[in-house]
């Protein structure tokens, strides 16, 4: 692909989560899109991984790095953009909030600690990550800059057994509509991608007969693949996107439409 035709060309983006999933996936395309991507994520080796694995024509020509951050601590968090401003001298005006936990329990079950676990990394997270990044592109003055938090449609819909992780999805939808409404004035902005159920480690604890009930209620008849996700959230971040914000885009196959 020539660097003309790559819409994220000279972009520095930065994802957390990277080490997996739909993270891994979403650097890969936003790399081979010109994009310098910075890799974060709890489980560091992981991200290594994901840099590592590029494939031409986005690996070798830019400085990608991956470097640690847990997203439900404001001090990781911030030690981290630390790092990364130092070494580019710039902030990433791409952020891609891809890290996130399920904890599945029913209502009547479910712990203190359950419940708060997954908010603290799913919502508080991303409101931490959205924050800081922010904060750093309104320093730098950047001419325009985008935020993709990665909800659920099951932050829409809600789900038995999922109380905290529905909750945390939903909170998603409206920080990120609360966030477009603050930083639409700074050229920033904000979106939810909702996926539907993706083939990544996440869902490998889910049971088989709910994946088949989702695929039955699925226009398209299959579970997504995280590089269906990664194409959309690539788009967003493009100015192929540039009057898209507040948005909720669900990437589900028509599930829960
Ligand atoms: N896979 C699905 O079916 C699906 C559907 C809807 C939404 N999502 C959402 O998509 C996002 C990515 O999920 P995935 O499917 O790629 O899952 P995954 O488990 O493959 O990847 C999640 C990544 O987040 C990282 N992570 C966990 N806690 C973290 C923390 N505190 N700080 C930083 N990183 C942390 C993990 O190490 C892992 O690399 C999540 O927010 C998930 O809720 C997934």
């Given at each position: 692909m020539s660097g003309l035709n790559r819409?994220?060309?000279g972009k520095l983006a930065i994802v957390t989560g990277?080490?997996?999933g739909i993270g891994r996936s979403t650097c890969q395309i936003l790399s081979r899109e010109g994009a310098t991507v910075i890799a974060t994520d709890k489980n560091l080796a992981a991200a290594e991984e994901t840099i590592k694995h590029?494939?031409?024509?986005?690996?070798?020509d830019l400085d990608h790095s991956f470097v640690f951050m847990d997203v439900a601590e404001a001090q990781s968090i911030n030690k981290a953009l630390q790092q990364i401003l130092k070494k580019y001298k710039r902030p990433p005006t791409i952020v891609v909030n891809s890290g996130g936990i399920a904890r599945d329990n029913k209502l009547l079950d479910m712990s203190e600690l359950e419940f708060d676990s997954v908010i603290n990394v799913n919502l508080k997270g991303t409101y931490l990550v959205m924050q800081a990044t922010a904060k750093a592109m309104v320093d730098a003055k950047v001419s325009h800059g985008c935020i993709i938090n990665i909800s659920s449609m099951l932050g829409k819909i809600g789900t038995s057994g999922r109380i905290n992780y529905t909750g945390s999805k939903a909170g998603v939808i409206g920080i990120t509509k609360a966030a477009a409404s603050e930083l639409g004035q700074y050229n920033i902005r904000v979106n939810a991608v909702l996926p539907g159920?993706?083939?990544?480690?996440?869902?490998?604890?889910?049971?088989q007969g709910i994946k088949d009930l989702v695929i039955r209620q699925t226009p398209l008849q299959r579970i997504g693949k995280p590089e269906e996700i990664g194409e959309v959230i690539a788009f967003l971040c493009s100015?192929?996107?540039?009057?898209?914000?507040g948005a909720s885009i669900e990437v589900s196959g028509g599930f829960g439409m």
């Open positions: 819409i994220l060309a990277a080490g997996s590029f494939t031409p024509p986005s690996a070798g159920l993706t083939d990544t480690p996440i869902i490998a604890h889910v049971p100015e192929r996107s540039s009057f898209v914000t």
